[in-house]
């Protein structure tokens, strides 16, 4: 992500270049399609999608509201993000369920997309819901493939059958499901072997899998990091085996996953899960729009909030939002806001998941130890001192400076990011009552 | 077949891709129009190239027409294909067995590490060079057994430990056996890991650290390849970088050709981070492995003249 600079940081370039010339000309527009379409490319967005998208955003952006707006690039920023967030959406993404009684899962792909990982993790996943799912690798392909499930099965304490005698995968994915029902499991997921849709012997095997276990889901794992072929490989195995959804993994990576819009777009196909990390319980649901962000560069503040509230006192986060939209916000609010902060995690994590932060903060170190400096000259203060700031003169500010082994000058700075916070706060109560909520309750987290 | 069969053969997808979009530009727009460099431009964004690289060779086609007026087909093909071979820098990997050579396989996660570990041992136990594997990567299941059957498959002896163990005691062990026993070429494969994780790179460079300490006393020259899928997308660049901030890379490898993947992203990484491309990766055999031939694979990307 700090490789390239945000979309919106671009397209505001544009904009400041064009400050005070009251109105958006034709070129400029052009030129912001243009880091459009730079942007989305550049995102391994397949470049027909690219085409259809631009002109659906220009044919948009051409409308009235834009041009008058104050922020055009934000505004535009604003469409294209939209544009992408209801391409993702939109159908059920849950996985199917046979009312049978058994399901079965089949997984297919490329190598190396992650199929195996994503089998024993949906098995986790599963089995936290209070299934009985049960695996079984019919990889008979790549070296010690079935080995590497059946220690992810274990490691989730699921059952996994192997049969490193058959040299059919069909056969072994029959067997399996007899095992599963036998086991009384009520979920086989079934692990293929990679391929590439041009590999016929290997088409005909993963046809064979399907026809004997007939899956209810045929879920195709992609790579995050996929390029243009994307579109090609999904298109054909939904041409050959069937296609009903599929799950993306290694997000976790810095790939700005431009293949999920691709297929989205290309396959109607919905994006069941996603995986995040290389541990076992690192599978997520999926969201579009945090995905239409990702795209686009511009960091994902929903993650972000999400880790927050994980972390966030909520009660507390509460009486802060009320003192904020109260103008009440005192320095021990802010002294309560630096320690739930610290909660969270690295600053330098934090910031890397915030909109227009890519750029500008490459190379620079968050000092860590400038919150604990500001909380240790909070706690140096009396409670009245606290509760009304503009009592402190500069013979206060001395006794707090000693008090907390800082000097005038961190105090002095202090008090100029309290001022500036509620200046900032200000703005956003403002825009509330336009309903922003969204906004609002971002800084109510301390943002 | 060939090796240089297979690798034409793996890319004959591409080839046909390409020929057919050039083909199609050419006579719906007749002649070498601006349209004409727009629609080539996508046409290489497509095989993955990356818009600077696709930028680049287009750019260099419009200097050249604007230059001499030269607007013919043979003209077009012959400045592109000169173009892409400067991007293009191959090179052998033919280390000097004079002393210990050490060659770490590095990459993100599903590459196919392994499997180029092996077909590389194979390649070399075949010509008679004295081959050891290490399996560092301790961290994926069965990637350990997966490494100690294509030992077995090539006939090399493997160094490894158990699932969680510290890769970096793995690669010690495998530098002091690799000394012992007088190994010319020792390759140590290494966990996938993406390039966004301090942690996991740190990893890295602590392996590497050891087997530079190691191999001193035995003048070992030591290498890293990054292996590359040729599926990636402009991801890729960024990988490379990374990690060659991370190891310093000696060079590329590109597996997963033989798919129906363009592979264009040799070419963006190439341009971005001037390193060699050495081997293609053909296959799941332990013989499809090429040298990478640049000629064969710009010849791939472009239509016949």
């Known amino acids: 992500m700090a490789i390239f600079s945000g979309l919106s940081e671009k397209l505001q370039a544009i904009t400041e270049r064009m400050r005070g010339k009251g109105r958006i000309t034709e070129r400029d527009l052009k030129d912001m399609m243009r880091e459009i379409r730079l942007a989305l490319l550049e995102a391994d967005v397949h470049y027909l999608v690219v085409k259809d998208l631009i002109k659906e955003i220009s044919d948009q952006a051409e409308g009235k509201e834009i041009i008058k707006s104050i922020t055009p690039g934000q505004q535009i920023v604003k469409i294209v993000n939209d544009a992408l967030t209801e391409i993702l959406g939109g159908s059920e993404s849950k996985l199917a369920v046979n009312p049978r009684g058994f399901t079965v899962y089949m997984l297919y792909g490329l190598q190396g997309a992650g199929k195996t990982t994503t089998a024993a993790k949906l098995a986790y996943l599963l089995k936290e819901q209070g299934k009985k799912p049960i695996l079984t690798s019919v990889d008979v392909h790549r070296p010690a493939a079935a080995d590497q499930l059946q220690i992810l099965a274990k490691s989730v304490d699921v059952p996994c059958y192997i049969n490193k005698s058959e040299k059919k995968a069909d056969l072994i994915a029959t067997e399996a499901l007899e095992r599963g029902k036998y086991l009384l499991c009520d979920t086989l997921i079934v692990d293929t072997a990679g391929r590439t849709t041009i590999d016929q012997e290997m088409m005909t095997e993963l046809e064979a899998i399907a026809t004997a276990v007939k899956p209810d889901e045929k879920l195709l794992i992609v790579d995050a990091m996929i390029g243009q072929e994307a579109v090609n490989v999904a298109l054909e195995f939904d041409k050959y085996i069937g296609l009903d959804g599929f799950i993306m993994t290694k997000l976790d990576g810095d790939a700005r996953g431009g293949a999920a819009l691709s297929i989205r777009r290309m396959t109607g196909k919905p994006i069941k899960l996603v995986g995040m990390g290389e541990k076992i319980d690192q599978i997520e649901v999926f969201h579009p729009e945090r995905m239409a962000s990702r795209i686009l560069g511009m960091g994902d503040v929903v993650t972000l909030v999400e880790k927050a509230a994980r972390q966030i006192d909520e009660a507390k986060a509460q009486k802060t939002l009320e003192r904020l939209q109260k103008n009440q916000f005192t320095l021990q609010d802010m002294l309560e806001q630096f320690e739930q902060i610290k909660n969270l995690g690295s600053m330098q994590d934090m910031m890397s998941m915030l909109p227009g932060t890519a750029g500008k903060l490459k190379g620079t170190e968050v000092d860590e130890k400038e919150f604990d400096r500001f909380a240790a000259i909070i706690r140096s203060m009396t409670m009245r001192e606290r509760d009304n700031p503009k009592i402190l003169n500069a013979s206060r500010r001395k006794r707090i400076a000693s008090g907390s082994g800082t000097s005038i000058q961190d105090v002095n700075r202090l008090i100029k990011q309290y001022d500036q916070t509620q200046k900032l706060m200000k703005q956003f109560t403002g825009m509330s009552k336009g309903g922003k909520r969204g906004m609002l309750s971002r800084f109510g987290l301390g943002f | ?305």
Request: glycine share 8%; aromatic share 6%.
């Open chain 2, 1 to 305: 077949m060939s090796l240089l069969n297979k690798f034409r053969d793996g890319l004959s997808k591409t080839r046909q891709f390409v020929t057919e979009g050039f083909n199609r530009v050419a006579a719906n727009f007749g002649i070498f129009d601006e349209d004409f460099l727009d629609e080539l431009e996508m046409i290489f964004i497509q095989a993955d190239c990356g818009i600077e690289v696709s930028t680049k060779l287009v750019e260099s086609v419009r200097d050249n027409i604007r230059e001499d007026g030269k607007v013919d087909r043979e003209h077009v093909l012959s400045i592109l294909r000169r173009d892409m071979l400067n991007i293009l820098k191959t090179k052998a990997f033919t280390p000097d067995f004079s002393s210990l050579n050490v060659v770490f396989m590095v990459g993100v996660n599903g590459t196919g590490k392994t499997t180029t570990a092996g077909k590389i041992a194979y390649q070399f136990q075949k010509q008679g060079t004295k081959t050891m594997l290490a399996a560092a990567d301790t961290f994926r299941a069965a990637a350990i057994d997966q490494l100690k059957i294509w030992g077995e498959r090539a006939a090399v002896p493997v160094i490894s430990n158990t699932l969680g163990t510290d890769p970096a005691s793995v690669v010690y062990d495998a530098m002091q056996s690799a000394k012992a026993r007088a190994v010319e070429l020792l390759i140590i494969d290494t966990a996938g890991r993406l390039h966004n994780k301090p942690n996991l790179m740190s990893e890295m460079e602590k392996m590497h650290r050891v087997a530079a300490r190691e191999g001193r006393d035995a003048d070992a020259v030591i290498q890293n390849l990054l292996v590359l899928d040729a599926t990636t997308g402009q991801n890729a660049v960024v990988q490379a970088r990374s990690f060659n901030e991370s190891v310093s890379l000696d060079g590329l490898i590109i597996t997963k050709l033989d798919g129906s993947a363009k592979g264009g992203i040799a070419l963006a990484v190439a341009d971005e981070m001037s390193l060699p491309l050495i081997y293609a990766g053909l296959g799941e055999g332990i013989d499809d492995l090429a040298n990478f031939d640049a000629e064969l694979f710009v010849e791939s990307l472009l239509p016949e003249a």
